[in-house]
Nanobody, 126 residues
Framework: QVQLVESGGGVVQAGGSLRLSCAASGRTFSQLDMGWFRQAPGKEREFVAMIRWRGGTTYNTDSVKGRFTLSRDNAKNTMYLQMNSLKPEDTAVYYC???????????????????WGQGTQVTASS
């Protein structure tokens, strides 16, 4: 089993920045593929970014490229999402997701992740 705990959400003005963290426990963190999804009210859960355990390859959805940066610190069992130039349309609950390395074939497919956190609210006000 893997437990995921998100933190770092909050309310910022449009153009501001936040850094989300996802702390993992219960399994060797360095062998997990990990990602972020978000869900706005009335909308489906949407892929944001993902980082592979092997090689650190990252994937981002087009709407966040150039603004969001994904990284991981295996020594701290933590993944980070640095979000800059936030827009009102980034407002959502952000969820951390993970599964064993190599299990996730399609990074943008939420059904391919076994483990999920409880979510953290991000609000960018205009």
């Amino acid at each position: 089993q893997v437990q995921l705990v998100e933190s770092g959400g909050g309310v910022v003005q449009a153009g501001g920045s936040l850094r989300l963290s996802c702390a993992a426990s219960g399994r060797t963190f360095s062998q997990l593929d990990m990602g972020w999804f978000r869900q706005a009210p009335g909308k489906e859960r949407e892929f944001v970014a993902m980082i592979r355990w092997r090689g650190g390859t990252t994937y981002n959805t087009d709407s966040v490229k150039g603004r969001f940066t994904l990284s991981r610190d295996n020594a701290k069992n933590t993944m980070y999402l640095q979000m800059n130039s936030l827009k009102p349309e980034d407002t959502a609950v952000y969820y951390c997701a993970a599964d064993r390395g190599g299990v996730v074939r399609t990074p943008a497919a939420p059904d391919e992740y076994r483990y999920w956190g409880q979510g953290t609210q991000v609000t960018a006000s205009s």
